[in-house]
């Protein structure tokens, strides 16, 4: 998996040499339980986190998970599994702490259509997503969109990738409104769905970097 490294180093602790740079998760240790340490003791002669042959658990400078020196394929992809587990939340907490909390629902209000009962269509830029209404209600649920102020970026997860690319379109042609409504800081329901349009904006604006995470590679 490949995470975000924003969202990484809130949380980990960064080693720096000759120009490789690593994010350690000093505590993975945990999610073993006594019986899986146990059995990895009496296979391989060793605790898994012994200090000098151990298993190791960091993300690199781009992201990206590294699980070294775990001789047991099993418990390599359930330490993944436990990092990949790890990873969503620190990125919802990242959202909640880091940046501004933007609604699905009003960013793509506008552009949503009723194409049968039971079924919705988001259709923008030419990008199109039909959602039926018990995935339409998980995505505004768990869906996150967060503007990152220092970063100057979007953080998008919908759970739905298609949609992620919609968000990604409408959040870049509309961000001068989008960041004024932030700026703003109205809370209320109609807060984005009043300054967005059915056509994008024509102006030139800079291209934002926005980051969408899927849980794997």
């Not at 436990?82 to 880091?98: F, G, K, Q, S």
């Not at 960013?107 to 959602?131: A, E, W």
């Not at 503007?147 to 870049?172: F, G, H, V, W």
Request: net charge positive; proline share 3%.
């Amino acid at each position: 998996m490949q995470g975000d490294v924003d969202v990484i180093s809130t949380k980990l602790r960064r080693w720096e040499r000759g120009g490789t740079v690593r994010y350690y998760h000093d505590w993975w240790i945990r999610y073993l339980k006594n019986e899986q340490i146990a059995d990895y003791k009496a296979r391989f002669g060793m605790s898994p986190n012994d200090f000098h042959a151990g298993i190791r658990v960091y993300f690199d400078g781009i992201g990206e998970l590294h699980i070294d020196f775990c001789r047991d394929p099993e418990l390599e992809s359930f330490l993944e599994r436990m990092m990949t587990r790890w990873y969503w939340y620190t990125y919802v907490d990242y959202i909640a702490e880091c940046t501004k909390r933007i609604r699905i629902d009003d960013l793509v209000s506008p552009f949503m259509t009723d194409i049968k009962p039971g079924f919705r269509q988001i259709r923008y830029g030419g990008l199109v997503v039909n959602l039926d209404d018990a995935r339409l209600s998980k995505v505004m649920k768990k869906g996150l969109v967060g503007y990152d102020a220092r970063n100057k970026r979007y953080m998008i997860k919908s759970t739905q990738p298609r949609l992620d690319a919609i968000l990604e379109r409408i959040t870049a042609d509309h961000h001068e409104k989008i960041l004024a409504w932030i700026r703003e800081d109205d809370k209320s329901l109609i807060g984005v769905k009043l300054v967005l349009r059915s056509q994008p904006d024509t102006r030139p604006h800079k291209q934002l970097r926005s980051v969408r995470w899927y849980g794997t590679s």
